[in-house]
């Protein structure tokens, strides 16, 4: 049961654009939400991360946009670079689940010149 | 190097052979944790340790598969009788557990090819 739907399964984006990536869920136990970056031969890397009582939350170029009652989130990177070219998973984490984390299926984007 | 570290890196093995995985995480997280990741897929959780303890086990985690954490340090995750099925990249990941630092810190991973 995939219990983190995250879409587009890739994504290209001329150098500057704004990539939109985002994920859906059901369980409303879920209380964060973790963005992850991951470059081929190497783990996942935490990016940012959001609480559902926040609604939006920027650090740098990137910033997650949350409707808790659509139960929708997105990862928007600004000004996009080729160095962001990456595959990107969204996350969520249950309540007293022991920080345990549900990912999403990945999302690889490729940023051209 | 203050990350967690995986060793090996790659990992080949024939069908049927046992294998075992080492993961040290970064000394000051107590919680570890054990992820499959295969090719196009996101990771999925296996197992995760609070100190030595061993909290959680996914259903993912057959009779095959066993982890341990002595005195709350390293980890191994050791599968006998691997099968084909069993290739993909093991990740361990740490934390601190404190609720104002749920992020994890990932190692590198180790991709284990079953032959």
């Known amino acids: 049961q995939q219990q983190v739907k995250q879409s587009p399964q890739s994504l290209i984006v001329q150098k500057g654009g704004i990539p939109i990536i985002n994920c859906a869920y059901e369980?409303?136990?879920?209380?964060?939400f973790p963005w992850y970056q991951q470059f081929p031969g190497k783990g996942p890397a935490l990016l940012i991360a959001?609480?559902?009582?926040?609604s939006e939350k920027k650090e740098g170029r990137f910033t997650i946009s949350f409707n808790k009652s659509a139960k929708q989130f997105s990862l928007h990177i600004m000004d996009s670079q080729p160095g962001d070219s990456a595959t990107y998973f969204c996350?969520?984490?249950?309540?007293?689940?022991?920080?345990?984390?549900?990912f999403g299926t990945g999302t690889q984007l490729k940023v051209e010149l | 190097d203050t990350g967690v570290s995986q060793d090996p890196r790659h990992k080949i093995t024939k069908r049927g052979q046992n294998v075992t995985f080492r993961c040290d995480p970064i000394s000051e997280h107590n919680r570890l944790y054990w992820y499959r990741q295969t090719l196009g897929q996101g990771p999925e959780f296996l197992t995760y340790?609070?100190?030595?303890?061993?909290?959680?086990k996914s259903r993912l985690l057959s009779d095959r598969f066993s982890a341990e954490r002595p005195k709350g340090s390293f980890s191994t995750l050791e599968i006998q009788r691997t099968e084909q099925g069993d290739s993909a990249m093991y990740l361990c990941?740490?934390?601190?557990?404190?609720?104002?630092?749920?992020?994890?810190?990932f190692g590198s991973g180790t991709r284990l090819t079953v032959v």
């Open positions: 340790f609070q100190n030595e303890a061993q909290l959680e």
């Open positions: 369980n409303t136990a879920f209380d964060y």
């Open positions: 959001i609480r559902p009582d926040v």
């Open positions: 996350a969520a984490r249950v309540t007293g689940g022991g920080n345990k984390l549900t």
């Open positions: 990941a740490s934390s601190s557990g404190a609720p104002s630092s749920y992020g994890y810190t």
